[in-house]
């Protein structure tokens, strides 16, 4: 067991990738083999998860050195700096791994019965596993130019996963646009990782940390770093791709989808706090991050509330939770340099980013797929069509329910949980955030609202009299995301002490992150 | 560890409020007893009355997700016209807005570095 924690890490990345390859030529022999081994690998990788989870907040960070003689060998013999491809995993990482390991595992289980009808099923979950792969390598890489391959790895094949139901001319559209954009936001993050090693001769970020100085060039690199990872999380005003690509992709996609803008906020936090930390302009830096937060959560709710298509209404309000996790962090970044303000109310703010990117992953998942199972049904996703639809799609409609609550923030569902530490620790940074930040869950409120009254409520329309609940394995995931999120709501405390708290340690110990790699003298 | 979340400020902890819940719910369920017993479903009394008007199917009755909160967007009109314009759905334009947030950072960054 101890040898397999130890090369967990790279067993998580290595083991989607691997059966991605295999997934074709099972496929061709037996679609059931094919189904079973992409289910039984992602529970592998989950197991793998959660026991190198345990591990990390146990006993600290995780090295592994690929091509070392140990895995804890960061700098060879020889050399000063480490050249090797270095997985650094510590409590941040391994928050993040547990939301992408829930996350594929529910989408994998949907697609069973979703995707069944589809063509290419093979290329599909070969796609889909080269995205679980790479979002996994996102957030476990302790070197920048790795987190840009897979970076370009997760978005070229979330790209074509989004077009993969070729009969839909919309979804041809959004792969496009989700490709053009990932590509300009990968290309200037390659840029700005080109900056920063021309001055540094470093691509590790434990080590650049311990080097960076904040020049001029620190400067660029940080604001292109910045607004590329916004981009791809779908911060406003770079937010439109986001709902014309998460409107059109199967659902289990766009689940994976918002794990792996997920991953591009890790991407941003490890950035600002663990490669710059309080080497920048903390306050400027923090504020622009704030106002982006707030836009986008303004924005998004606004835009949410005049949707008719389902799918589009969930996006822009993923635009909204966006905003929150922004703020949050903002917030954190603002009062970096100022101990008693980190100390006071800086490391909740954290927290509360951090808690409401599992939460968020959980219930727009959650919300996604029950769009997707009235798709299957009833194969619009325009709510002028809708109606009544509850009488006969009882669980469907008890788990969008179950989704927007937890969206809307109301007591005792998780959101509010996340929200509630957001709201009070920025309220003592600036009560103006919190007061904007009530007012958009009030009308996320009246956002699914309107949503479930229209899909849901009302008499049961005679087109849709005889449609029937969605297949098990739908419903069974569902279930999963539904079980998780009334968990998180009853027992916010254990989730923040068990993994929230440790990520945010690990998010504000930058010492620890850097003598992890240039601690180690061989 | 708890079960409560504590945020510094104030704590948070849905076990207490679930029992609130609980509670309140107990009292609507009494209020909810007191009322009339006489109710029988599929009778006249359940029937939609529309002062003796002809009741129109379901199709008719249903208000549409199009038609919800028009007050609201009538009055957030200026509104709406403002922010709806960006949303082109063309990719350029996409791409131009991330070229602004990227000029419009750096330039307070610098002038940030200037005057400090």
Known sequence: MATLIGHSSILIIAVPLLIAFLTPLIGMASKKARNAIVIGGLAFVAFLVFALARDVILNGIHIYTLGATFPGLTIPEGTMVPVRIILEVDGVSVFMGIIVAIVSLVAVIYSLSAMKGETGQNSFYTLLLLMVGSTFGMVFTGDLFNLFVFLEIASISGAALIASRTRFADSQEGGFKYIVVSAIASLMILFAIGLLYAQYNLLNIGALAAAIQYTMLDRIALVILISAFVMKLGGVPMHMWLSDTYSVAPVSITVLLIAASQASMYALMRICFTLYGVTLDLAVVGWIIIAIGILSMFTGVTMAVRQTDITRLIAYNCVCEAGFMLVGLGVGLAVLGDVTALRTYGTTAISGAIFHMINHALFEGLLFLVAGAIFYRIGTRDLNQMGGLGHTMKFTAMFFLLGALASSGIPPFNGFASKILIYESVYQFNPILTIIGILVSIITLAVFVKAFFSAFTGASLPKYEDIKEVPKTMIAAMTILAVIIIIFGLFPGLVVDWIVRPATDALLGQTSYINAIVGVIP | ?116
């Not at chain 2, 009292?27 to 359940?46: D, L, P, T, W």
């Not at chain 2, 709406?80 to 602004?100: C, E, K, L, S």
């Open chain 2, 1 to 116: 560890m708890t079960l409560i979340v504590e945020s510094g400020y104030e704590f948070w902890n849905p076990i207490i409020w679930l029992i609130a819940f609980a509670v309140v719910m107990v009292i609507v369920y009494f209020f909810r007893r007191r009322g009339e017993e006489k109710y029988k479903k599929g009778e006249a009394q359940a029937q939609i009355f529309l002062c003796g008007e002809e009741v129109p199917g379901a199709e008719q009755r249903q208000v549409r997700g199009g038609n919800a909160y028009w007050g609201f967007f009538e009055t957030l009109k200026e509104y709406y016209d403002v922010i709806v314009r960006p949303h082109t759905g063309i990719v350029n334009d996409y791409v131009v807005w991330f070229i602004a947030v990227v000029a419009i950072s750096a330039i307070i960054l610098f002038v940030v570095e200037l005057v400090g």
